[in-house]
């Protein structure tokens, strides 16, 4: 059995690390891939199996930065709601990073459970990562900026309209890893019924 101290450890020690804090320095492939792994491992109502990932990387980043400011560019200019700075970003901002995954929920064709169950199943799997990621060192946090919630972008990133795009994940060496994060009193969020 795995140890519940370690265990525990693990789970205060995950964090968000951002990209500005972030060393350059690419993270190994390998551990992408036990990432990933770990996600597939999330639990999934009637296995369904909801998550896509779309890993950029190197020349992958630069595209995806592109496909990303020109989505955003569209969108906004025709709904008047442009911002030049904002489309910036969106260009230069994900070079920060070694790695950006994209999170997908697709849908199975017979809708075999409720919507909110899969992205239920997809947050389980984005939390795998984010410990597979503490657990080697590597830091990541989940986006939900950008063209997340662009309908217009969906394609880019294999789904289709029944599907959801849910954020990217962000990976990268960390400068220093930051102490665990604050939380309120857990007794604040729940409540016993024992008799
Ligand atoms: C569903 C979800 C969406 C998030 N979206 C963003 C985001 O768009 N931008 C951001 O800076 N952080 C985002 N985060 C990361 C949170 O800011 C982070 O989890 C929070 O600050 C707590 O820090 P910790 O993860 O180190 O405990 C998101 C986290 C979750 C779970």
Known sequence: M??????????????????????GTRVDDGIVKQIIENAHHAPTHK???PWRFVVFTGKGIQKLAAFQAQCYKQVTERDGTF????????????AQSSHIISIGMKRD????????????????????????????????????GGVTYFPEAKEFFDLGPPDKLLGFMHLGMPKEWP????????????????E
């Open 2 to 23: 795995i140890n519940s101290s370690d265990f525990q450890q693990l789970i205060s020690h995950r964090r968000s690390i951002f990209p500005r804090d972030y060393t």
């Open 179 to 194: 102490r665990p994060s604050r939380r309120s009193p857990v007794e604040d969020k729940m409540r016993w019924v024992a």
């Open 47 to 49: 296995l369904t199996e």
């Open 109 to 144: 064709h017979k809708n075999s459970v409720p919507e909110v169950e899969e992205l239920g199943a997809v947050f389980c799997a984005v939390e795998n990562m984010y410990l597979t990621a503490a657990v080697h060192g590597v830091a990541c946090y989940l986006s939900t």
């Open 83 to 94: 911002r030049q700075e904002r489309y910036e970003g969106l260009l230069t901002k994900p």
